[in-house]
């Protein structure tokens, strides 16, 4: 079940990421600085807007698939601390045998 969530978060993801793209910007926060001032801000054709639409049902698809997976994933997980595991065991390295003494050649 948590598979098969994951994976439509993912699908939602990727399709909340691509209209957002699409989106035409206003230039400036809250069309401030355009030519149509805040007029046109909370109009009906502006919230209207398809891609306006799709965003806000995606998003709220992301919300919802969010907590699901957050409420199915509880309590799964063992609480462990790094400071309980004990420290590894490692072998002593052994010593570099020395080096054989160079004979002069003359």
């Known amino acids: 079940m948590a598979t098969v969530l994951l994976v439509l978060h ?7 990421i ?19 001032g805040m007029g046109n801000f909370m109009s009906g054709r502006g919230t209207a807007n398809l891609l306006t639409r799709t965003t806000a ?12 997976l957050a409420i199915l994933n509880r309590g799964t997980a063992l609480p462990t ?16 045998l020395p080096a054989a003494p160079a004979v002069p050649t003359n």
Request: aromatic share 6%; net charge negative.
């Open 81 to 96: 601390s790094i400071l309980d595991a004990p420290a590894p065991v490692t072998a002593p390295a052994a010593p570099a």
């Open 18 to 36: 691509g209209v957002v793209l699409l989106q035409r910007s206003e230039g400036g926060g809250l069309g401030i600085g355009s030519s149509q």
């Open 57 to 68: 049902i995606l998003g709220t698809a992301f919300f919802v698939l969010s907590l699901t």
């Open 10 to 16: 993912l699908f939602v993801t990727l399709a909340l």
